[in-house]
């Protein structure tokens, strides 16, 4: 083997969890190769994962589009702003979409080229032990034989399939398909009211497609703040998006231009349902597909996920993992976060990953955040806690805006009025969090927040009169 292809680390996965791992390691002076699968539809590498590539990204590109096509329509005349010949040009929008993802593509290249990370294309599987460490051969694209003394596997997830629905991305769509449909269905269905089924719902019916998300659970929204749930459920259904609670599905049979979904609703009443088009998102699995971690004898547990410790280490030596393959939220930052906390630790550093401040957005319209304990949590835990709330309709900077829909929720200890969580619905709540997320890491308590002077007029005025009104003494409401 040449010199050239033994490396200190080599990441199998370019997500966000392997290019940010790769680069860290670089950064800290190893000789890092990264090796990523995906091509796009040229066959050129296109690195950056299901985030870059059909997940955050795109998603937020059509969200974004699909909102300026939604207030040029329904929010401008307000303003005093009249819109005649509005269209949609679908094609255009996709387009755009396309050409950001690319450019993120792009952009991870010259990161890799900018910290001389050995990029690959293709795909990494374990050959098996090696003197000073593991064999990778990469197959694909590019064909290769590499050496590395520490591994880091960040092969990230799949959608999760239906059992009797096989995804066709035509008719019986992942988050693939439903971030590409090339004409806005009359009728969307949607199975699943988590995350990407109350952000790509929202973004077709935007613009113009009539859609029916089935869920589940009995609940709206479960992990979430029950106050924000009822809250963002009642403003997604006065928005058009028909949710359904409580719905057990049946048989999913595909017609020549449609699917018809049998199911039993909330009071076990059998219903079906057609739809031109159907987006499945029920959760993902890790994926592990072509890793050969039985090489190596890498330890998966039952549901697929590789076997980590807190830190990330696997059942092997040298062999780590990080991102939507590990036990843990599946969401780009947390994978991130997992990514430089390994590398610095392969450096004999400490790395750390603060799981209790990792926030969550839903980029709906109003969106939601959150960070922390949720008020049905605390009460589970038997947290004595003290709650404060101040609604948007109250903060001049969103009458400006015109988006006054939601509030922002505080909760500190009782005894010590250290923050414990922060929950949000409403305009450009995933900024907003951060403030809450920096709080929450430096131990803050609700007084530190509504003691520290914010710009005015501003959104994150009702951060500090949420904060404020824990301790019952809003100013503005
Ligand atoms: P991935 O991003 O899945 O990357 C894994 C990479 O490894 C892929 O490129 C794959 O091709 C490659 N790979 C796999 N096996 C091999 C192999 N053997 N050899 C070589 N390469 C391999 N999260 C957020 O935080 N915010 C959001 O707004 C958000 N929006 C989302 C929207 C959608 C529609 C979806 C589906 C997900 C979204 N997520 C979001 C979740 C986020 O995309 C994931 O948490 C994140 O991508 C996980 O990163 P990862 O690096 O672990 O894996
Ligand atoms: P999810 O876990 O968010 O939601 C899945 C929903 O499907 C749940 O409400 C669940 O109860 C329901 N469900 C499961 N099985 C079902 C069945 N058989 N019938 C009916 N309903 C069923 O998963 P989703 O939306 O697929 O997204 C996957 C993950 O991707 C998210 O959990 C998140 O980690 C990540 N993501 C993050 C985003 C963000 O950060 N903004 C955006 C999109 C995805």
């Known amino acids: 083997m040449s010199n050239e292809n033994q490396f200190d680390v080599v990441v199998i996965g370019g997500g966000p969890g392997g290019y940010i791992a790769a680069i860290r390691a670089a950064q800290l002076g190893f000789k890092t190769a990264c090796i990523d699968a995906w091509s796009n539809a040229a066959g050129k590498p296109a690195p950056g994962g299901t985030c870059t590539n059909v997940g955050c990204i795109p ?7 699909s909102e300026h096509f939604e207030h040029a329509g329904h929010a401008f005349a307000e303003h005093g702003i ?3 010949g509005l269209e949609l040009n679908l094609p255009q929008m996709l387009k755009r979409k396309d050409t950001i993802v690319k450019q993120n593509n792009d952009g991870i290249l010259f990161l890799f080229k900018k910290n001389k990370v050995s990029f690959f294309h293709g795909l990494g599987s374990f050959g098996g032990k090696a ?3 593991y064999t990778i051969n990469v197959t694909g694209p590019t064909t290769a034989t590499l050496t590395a003394k520490n591994v880091i596997v960040a092969t990230g997830s799949n959608a999760r399939q239906l059992p009797g629905a096989e995804f066709d991305e035509k008719l019986i769509l992942s988050n693939e398909g439903a971030l590409a449909i090339e004409a806005v269905p009359g009728k969307l269905g949607v199975i699943g009211a988590g995350v990407i089924g109350l952000e790509m719902g929202s973004v077709w019916r935007r613009v113009g497609a009539d859609v029916t998300v089935l869920e589940g659970l009995p609940t709206f929204l479960g992990a979430v703040d029950e106050q924000i749930a009822k809250e963002a459920h009642k403003l997604f259904t006065k928005q058009g998006l028909k949710i359904n609670l409580g719905c057990k599905i049946g048989a999913i049979t595909k017609g020549e231009n ?10 076990g009443a059998e219903q079906t349902a057609t739809f031109d088009r159907l987006i499945i998102s029920i959760g993902r699995v890790p994926n ?8 190596v004898g890498l330890q998966l547990d039952e549901r697929g ?4 410790d807190d830190e990330c280490r696997t059942s092997l030596p040298g062999v780590w993992a990080v991102g939507d393959v590990v036990r843990g939220p599946m969401l780009a930052h947390k994978a ?3 990514g430089v906390a390994v590398a610095e630790r392969i450096a004999g550093q400490h790395g750390h990953v603060n799981f209790n401040t990792i926030p969550w957005v839903i980029y709906t319209s109003p969106e939601i955040a959150w960070v922390g304990k949720t008020e049905q949590q605390l009460k589970a835990e038997g947290v004595a806690y003290k709650a404060g709330t101040f609604p ?21 200890d009782a005894t010590t009025d250290e923050i414990l969580g922060v929950h949000i619905v409403g305009p450009v709540a995933s900024e907003l969090i951060s403030e809450a997320v920096v709080a929450m890491e430096f131990k803050a308590s609700s007084e530190d927040i509504a003691r520290i002077c914010h710009a005015h007029p501003s959104l994150s005025e009702a951060v500090k009169e949420a904060a404020l009104a824990v301790d019952k003494r809003s100013l503005n409401f």
């Open 59 to 65: 998603s937020k590109a059509l969200l974004q589009s």
């Open 305 to 308: 996920f590789v076997v980590v």
């Open 336 to 338: 991130e976060e997992e």
């Open 131 to 133: 003197d000073e460490g």
């Open 258 to 267: 449609n699917v018809s979904v049998a199911y039993a609703d909330s009071t």
């Open 82 to 84: 009249n819109v005649s």
């Open 392 to 412: 948007f309709m109250a903060n001049g900077r969103a009458r400006a805006l015109g988006d006054t829909s939601g509030m922002v929720k505080f909760l500190a």
């Open 288 to 295: 592990t597909n072509g890793l050969n971690g039985e090489a």
